[in-house]
């Protein structure tokens, strides 16, 4: 799946949105998703975000803070779509997904990072996950909780 095709299916996935969005993904994705939304700047309050991860080597505690710093920004009810690695079922498909993950230096463990549960323990509600690029990509959709 190409870089356009990923853009427009988390997009997708993110709905129609009247403002801003915060956007924190790798240059070339970036620029695929700046021709269709607004990106918020610093100081824009955003109405959603979108964060991909992949290609990444970004520490637990490096991703956490980062989503943290995403989630204060954003009112509640705010949706998030956040995209990373995953890890193909079929043999044959992980074989490929890691091979790929090895052309990027990145290590076949990265594509069993339990995005949607981190989203979870940072005060999102996960409302829906799924799999694009033969299962390599996982893309969740999160809101933001109202703060307690």
Same mark, same amino acid.
């Given at each position: 799946m190409?870089r356009?095709r990923?853009?427009?299916h988390?997009?997708?996935?993110?709905?129609?949105?009247a403002?801003p969005?915060?956007?924190?993904a790798?240059?070339r994705?970036?620029?695929?998703l700046a021709?269709r939304? !607004?990106?918020?700047r610093?100081g824009?309050v955003?109405v959603?975000a979108?964060?991909?991860?992949?290609?990444?080597?970004?520490r637990p505690?490096?991703?956490?803070a980062l989503?943290a710093? !995403?989630?204060?920004?954003?009112?509640?009810?705010a949706?998030? !779509?956040?995209l990373d690695?995953?890890?193909?079922?079929?043999?044959?498909?992980r074989v490929?997904?890691a091979?790929?993950?090895?052309l990027?230096?990145?290590?076949?463990?990265?594509?069993r990072?339990?995005?949607?549960r981190?989203?979870?323990a940072l005060g999102?509600a996960?409302e829906?996950?799924?799999?694009a690029?033969g299962?390599?990509?996982?893309?969740?959709?999160?809101?933001?909780?109202?703060?307690?």
């Amino acid at each position: 799946m190409s870089r356009a095709r990923l853009a427009a299916h988390a997009l997708r996935l993110l709905g129609p949105v009247a403002g801003p969005v915060a956007v924190t993904a790798p240059r070339r994705l970036r620029a695929h998703l700046a021709s269709r939304l !607004v990106a918020a700047r610093d100081g824009d309050v955003p109405v959603a975000a979108l964060v991909a991860f992949l290609g990444s080597r970004a520490r637990p505690a490096a991703r956490q803070a980062l989503l943290a710093a !995403v989630r204060d920004r954003l009112p509640a009810s705010a949706p998030v !779509v956040l995209l990373d690695h995953g890890q193909p079922r079929a043999l044959w498909r992980r074989v490929v997904g890691a091979a790929v993950l090895a052309l990027r230096g990145l290590g076949p463990a990265r594509a069993r990072y339990p995005a949607a549960r981190e989203l979870a323990a940072l005060g999102f509600a996960v409302e829906r996950m799924c799999l694009a690029c033969g299962e390599r990509v996982q893309i969740v959709l999160a809101r933001r909780r109202p703060p307690s």
